[in-house]
């Protein structure tokens, strides 16, 4: 037996979208002062300001403290294993292209154990939007190395400091493929509802970095070590369209560090654009079962 | 009409165009309405080695590669040497004179050099075509069936090649019907064609039959046929098809492509199913159905890429930690696995449940006839308790109701609902008033995760029972196992999978050419287990010989896990290629004469 029910929607009153209408059944368990929150908080306030409704949108996380966050935000959401958001967010994706997909991450999440589906996926150019929680450290397994870790930082699987470069995801999505690359710092906040805003509507892959401290287990890249460094790309007069700007601002670090919008392009046409199976009857997952007699004729006549 | 049945071999070098002269001769057999079982062995090479395709076809049900071959055209010396010693009285060797040696050959063995020069003239790609020409005079089949097959193949490339063709086949043909002796029977024509097809299209066309919409792979031998199928009429039939960066990517993307709605599908082979594993086990968690084929070939490791085996019976039992529903079913021919996707993901979507199909590269990469009308495209379709938003593939659901946005935050919708039957109503992504969180952290009704309260004992222990609760049903919804030939008889043959077709025929030849009365017993589901009915069957069997393609008698274990039935003997072949009914036939002589009760045939042929 089955029991297909579609659910009608009720002509009554429009649901009024409140900052409210995103918030998740659950106060996030992050430690306080993680940073963390801020980037709940910016996207909550992203949706919110773009008027997205909380059944439209579906946030895909992986394994880690900030993998927590579907959790704590009233949308539909994927709480998937440890690195996959981005391939089960591209699955979902293409299923169902009408709906707004995030996913949403720790910097070992995506680019460590992860790394190989984000190297794909920005190259695919998808229309999907990821929001790195980078605190340069392993927060939900206490405090180990991660791909972000600068040289020379010492954690609990590091005892001597790191002797290994770590990932640097600006350069590295801009020549990927990503299509929206930015960087922001949970310490400011309104700056980053901007960069989310743009980054869900950008129509290809969008990644927004973030440095957003893990006060627990990374005393080296803290609030304090971040506020004075990171500069807005904004008041810079940025070209985000500029390459090379873009390659430059991309590789500075130290005492600037640039954070905003890095990169973007919209001359490239998105992996939805170049699939015409999707130009034509709504998302693939609400379409009907089955085929054609015709084209079942046609599928067998090629067997005889 | 007397019963037809004979084998032709083409053998080379990879490279060499054996797959043409194959399809060539498949297809006018199957046109003629004779059945056909066609197997390739090759090596995991494009070029040299050596590749020999066996095609056996008969008037009867043709359920293996056979023991015999009947015609063998060898394109290179080294078939020529390795195969012409195994032809029996009544067969023939057909080859190109001008280069190939003819060696020591059995008495009766016809020996049919063809002048190769002289009939191509300028075709220097011809001879194939003679070679094929000749068997099928031989099979006294007309010449026009053979002048439609290449008027179709060379289309493309204009009528004077087609012409060309034509009448360097029709040399062919009149050099043969001159100079050799033909077959004492008559390919029959039965009028009917059937079609022809590989397990892998097999698995494709079920999955299209089920209605699949996603379906993603990362290329593996032997699976990759069911990609490639895909591929090409994803965009006729409206399937979205991915090439993943790996197996990894492929499972996890199928998960949220059915999570959103569609139903998805991957296949692979072992190795890329091992990197599946743990999002197997998400969509155990999850409760999300999906359907994954794993083509098994030898392992472990890369193993032998081009080789057959059944040896990844308890990976696909032990796909994942932890306990979790799953369903295993293990096809055994190529249109059982047509029929079984459809089945397969009326069940995973009923149960909300990770579906494992385990074919192998015998009879996914195999050929073999079935009849048009039995590929059934229409197949039922059941989708269970899953809810979509309104408006006809307008999936935004514009919830203007004032419940729209609710569900996770307020309860009004328990994705995991604890339910007597375990089976929780499905929402997909999209819909008004269902929001929530599938997660694969342990959680409670609502998704909520276990571990952001306390990591509350009582609530684990029901949502495990949950799960594992909806398989009690499923059991009732599969057909078991029945028993094949005699109550009485002296021996039972247990097989899993795609032994049944070569274990049924050494069952019929044990009974007429060696005095044997055998029954068979063949297990196709996998989980859920029919213990019941097969305790019942087997504890009334005399003897238990289990017959399957790996080195530990994996079924074996299963079975007695399942039921404490121990078997008398086994059979296993391990060496990469598959039975043979002989192998079969032999191993239960010298069980039954109590030499041995461990079988292990080699293949006799190096291929
Ligand atoms: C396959 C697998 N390997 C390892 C883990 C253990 N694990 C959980 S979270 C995590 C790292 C988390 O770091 P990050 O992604 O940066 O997130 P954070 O906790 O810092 O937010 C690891 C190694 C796991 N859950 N799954
Ligand atoms: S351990 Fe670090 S990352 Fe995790 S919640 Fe605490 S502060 Fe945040």
């Given at each position: 037996?089955?029991?297909?029910?579609?659910?009608?929607?009720?002509?009554?009153?429009?649901?009024?979208?409140?900052?409210?209408?995103?918030?998740?059944?659950?106060?996030?368990?992050?430690?306080?002062?993680?940073?963390?929150?801020?980037?709940?908080?910016?996207?909550?306030?992203?949706?919110?300001?773009?008027?997205?409704?909380?059944?439209?949108?579906?946030?895909?996380?992986?394994?880690?403290?900030?993998?927590?966050?579907?959790?704590?935000?009233?949308?539909?959401?994927?709480?998937?294993?440890?690195?996959?958001?981005?391939?089960?967010?591209?699955?979902?994706?293409?299923?169902?292209?009408?709906?707004?997909?995030?996913?949403?991450?720790?910097?070992?999440?995506?680019?460590?154990?992860?790394?190989?589906?984000?190297?794909?996926?920005?190259?695919?150019?998808?229309?999907?939007?990821?929001?790195?929680?980078?605190?340069?450290?392993?927060?939900?397994?206490?405090?180990?190395?991660?791909?972000?870790?600068?040289?020379?930082?010492?954690?609990?699987?590091?005892?001597?400091?790191?002797?290994?470069?770590?990932?640097?995801?600006?350069?590295?999505?801009?020549?990927?493929?990503?299509?929206?690359?930015?960087?922001?710092?949970?310490?400011?906040?309104?700056?980053?509802?901007?960069?989310?805003?743009?980054?869900i509507m950008h129509p290809g892959f969008a990644l927004v970095d973030v440095f957003s401290p893990c006060v627990t287990y990374n005393k080296d890249n803290t609030y304090q070590w971040f506020t004075p460094r990171v500069k807005a790309l904004e008041d810079q007069g940025h070209d985000p369209t500029d390459f090379r700007a873009a390659m430059d601002k991309a590789f500075m670090w130290g005492d600037e560090i640039p954070i905003g919008l890095f990169w973007k392009r919209t001359d490239l046409p998105s992996l939805e654009d170049l699939e015409p199976v999707l130009h034509e009857g709504g998302p693939l997952a609400y379409r009907e079962l089955g085929i054609t007699d015709e084209q079942a004729k046609a599928v067998i006549k090629e067997l005889l | 009409m007397p019963t037809v049945d004979f084998a032709i071999g083409i053998g080379g070098e990879a490279g060499q165009g054996i797959a043409t002269p194959g399809d060539i001769l498949a297809r006018i057999f199957a046109r003629r309405g004779l059945n056909l079982n066609a197997y390739n062995a090759y090596q995991s090479i494009i070029r040299g080695g050596h590749t020999f395709l066996t095609i056996r076809c008969g008037n009867g049900p043709v359920r293996s590669m056979g023991d015999k071959l009947d015609v063998l055209i060898p394109l290179n010396q080294d078939t020529m040497d390795r195969h012409l010693k195994l032809l029996r009285a009544g067969a023939c060797v057909i080859f190109d004179g001008d280069k190939l040696k003819p060696g020591p050959a059995a008495e009766g063995v016809q020996i049919c050099a063809m002048p190769m020069k002289q009939l191509c003239g300028a075709n220097k790609l011809g001879a194939n075509t003679v070679a094929v020409a000749a068997v099928l005079q031989m099979l006294g089949i007309e010449f026009q069936p053979l002048e439609d097959v290449l008027s179709r193949q060379f289309k493309k490339k204009g009528e004077a090649v087609i012409a060309e063709n034509v009448n360097v086949a029709r040399a062919g043909y009149e050099f043969a019907a001159k100079n050799f002796k033909a077959f004492p029977f008559k390919a029959p024509n039965l009028g009917k064609g059937m079609a022809v097809l590989t397990g892998n299209q097999a698995i494709a066309m079920g999955g299209v039959a089920a209605g699949v919409k996603f379906y993603a792979a990362y290329?593996?031998?032997?699976?990759?046929?069911?990609?490639?199928?895909?591929?090409?009429?994803?965009?006729?039939?409206?399937?979205?098809?991915?090439?993943?960066?790996?197996?990894?990517?492929?499972?996890?993307?199928?998960?949220?492509?059915?999570?959103?709605?569609?139903?998805?599908?991957?296949?692979?082979?072992?190795?890329?199913?091992?990197?599946?594993?743990?999002?197997?086990?998400?969509?155990?968690?999850?409760?999300?159905?999906?359907?994954?084929?794993?083509?098994?070939?030898?392992?472990?490791?890369?193993?032998?890429?081009?080789?057959?085996?059944?040896?990844?019976?308890?990976?696909?039992?032990?796909?994942?930690?932890?306990?979790?529903?799953?369903?295993?079913?293990?096809?055994?021919?190529?249109?059982d696995l047509f029929n079984s996707i459809p089945e397969l993901f009326n069940l995973c979507d009923k149960y909300q449940c990770p579906g494992l199909v385990l074919s192998d590269l015998l009879i996914s990469e195999g050929t073999a006839s079935v009849n048009p009308d039995d590929l059934n495209f229409k197949a039922k379709i059941e989708r269970g308790d899953i809810i979509f938003p309104n408006g006809n593939g307008n999936g935004n659901g514009n919830g203007e109701g004032a419940n729209a946005f609710s569900g996770y935050n307020d309860n009004a919708y328990l994705r995991y609902k604890n339910t007597e039957s375990g089976i929780s109503p499905r929402a997909v992504p999209g819909v008004p008033g269902h929001i929530y969180v599938a997660a694969t952290d342990e959680h409670d009704e609502d998704g909520t995760l276990i571990s952001d309260e306390f990591t509350n004992p009582a609530k684990r222990r029901m949502m495990v029972e949950k799960r594992?609760?909806?398989?009690?049903?499923?059991?009732?919804?599969?057909?078991?196992?029945?028993?094949?030939?005699?109550?009485?008889?002296?021996?039972?043959?247990?097989?899993?999978?795609?032994?049944?077709?070569?274990?049924?025929?050494?069952?019929?030849?044990?009974?007429?050419?060696?005095?044997?009365?055998?029954?068979?017993?063949?297990?196709?589901?996998?989980?859920?287990?029919?213990?019941?009915?097969?305790?019942?069957?087997?504890?009334?069997?005399?003897r238990i010989i289990i017959v399957e393609n790996n080195y530990s008698g994996q079924f074996a274990r299963y079975l007695r896990s399942e039921t404490g039935i121990a078997a008398h003997g086994h059979v296993r072949k391990y060496d990469g290629e598959p039975f043979m009914p002989h192998h079969i036939v032999n191993a239960v002589k010298e069980q039954l004469a109590g030499a041995t009760n461990l079988s292990v045939p080699t293949h006799e042929i190096y291929v």
């Open positions: 037996m089955s029991t297909v029910t579609v659910v009608e929607e009720a002509p009554k009153q429009a649901a009024q979208l409140t900052k409210d209408s995103y918030k998740g059944k659950i106060h996030p368990d992050w430690c306080p002062g993680c940073g963390d929150f801020s980037v709940l908080s910016a996207l909550q306030a992203a949706l919110f300001e773009l008027g997205l409704k909380p059944n439209q949108v579906l946030v895909v996380s992986g394994i880690g403290c900030s993998s927590n966050l579907p959790g704590f935000i009233n949308t539909y959401g994927m709480h998937t294993l440890h690195g996959r958001s981005l391939a089960v967010a591209t699955g979902a994706k293409l299923a169902n292209h009408e709906l707004k997909v995030i996913c949403t991450g720790g910097d070992g999440d995506g680019y460590g154990i992860g790394g190989n589906h984000f190297v794909h996926t920005m190259r695919r150019n998808i229309d999907l939007t990821y929001i790195v929680m980078d605190n340069q450290i392993y927060g939900l397994t206490t405090g180990q190395v991660s791909p972000t870790s600068v040289k020379g930082m010492k954690t609990k699987s590091s005892p001597h400091g790191s002797v290994e470069n770590p990932i640097n995801p600006m350069p590295m999505a801009i020549v990927g493929g990503a299509t929206y690359v930015a960087r922001g710092f949970s310490g400011k906040q309104k700056h980053l509802v901007e960069l989310i805003k743009g980054a | 290329p593996m031998s032997p699976s990759t046929g069911v990609l490639m199928w895909m591929a090409a009429h994803a965009r006729q039939l409206g399937i979205m098809v991915r090439q993943v960066e790996d197996e990894i990517g492929v499972m996890n993307m199928v998960i949220g492509a059915a999570h959103a709605g569609c139903r998805a599908m991957c296949a692979t082979s072992g190795g890329g199913f091992a990197l599946m594993t743990e999002a197997v086990g998400m969509a155990g968690m999850i409760e999300t159905p999906v359907v994954c084929v794993d083509v098994q070939r030898a392992g472990p490791a890369t193993g032998v890429p081009t080789k057959t085996e059944q040896g990844d019976l308890w990976q696909a039992l032990g796909a994942g930690q932890g306990d979790y529903p799953r369903i295993i079913v293990a096809p055994s021919t190529q249109l594992a609760r909806k398989m009690e049903t499923v059991v009732n919804q599969i057909t078991p196992p029945k028993l094949v030939g005699p109550d009485n008889a002296m021996v039972t043959l247990v097989g899993w999978g795609s032994t049944e077709g070569v274990i049924r025929e050494a069952v019929e030849k044990l009974a007429s050419e060696e005095g044997v009365v055998a029954n068979q017993l063949h297990i196709k589901w996998i989980v859920p287990f029919h213990v019941e009915e097969i305790t019942r069957i087997l504890s009334r069997s005399k």
